[in-house]
């Protein structure tokens, strides 16, 4: 069983930066896929970035392409989402998501965190 724990949301003003921690225990990651997805009050969950396991391939949301950046620590079993230029509209929480075959449809994660809230407000 792997258990996936989020770390590092909170409160930011617009424009500031925030990084998230996802930290997966219970196996080593040497296949698949892990990364993040979010959901807002009200509104359907929303991909946000993965990372392919095994040769560092990442895949973006259009939209968050140009101010995240996700990496990983193989040793460590860490994946990390560095979030700049926040805006309000990415208030939400946050989840990370395992796949354990990837590309595939991202609602289809095998495995999910318990969520980080991350809310942009001045």
């Known amino acids: 069983q792997v258990h996936l724990v989020e770390s590092g949301g909170g409160l930011v003003q617009p424009g500031g930066s925030l990084k998230l921690s996802c930290a997966a225990s219970?196996?080593?990651?040497?296949?698949?896929?892990v990364g993040w997805f979010r959901q807002a009050p009200g509104k359907e969950g929303e991909f946000v970035v993965a990372v392919r396991w095994s040769d560092g391939s990442t895949y973006f949301a259009q939209s968050m392409k140009d101010r995240f950046t996700i990496s990983r620590n193989n040793a460590e079993n860490t994946v990390y989402l560095q979030m700049n230029s926040l805006k309000p509209e990415d208030t939400a929480v946050y989840y990370c998501a395992a796949w354990d075959r990837f590309p595939r449809r991202w609602t289809q994660y095998d495995y999910r965190g318990q969520g980080t809230q991350v809310t942009v407000s001045s």
């Open positions: 219970g196996r080593t990651f040497s296949s698949g896929a």
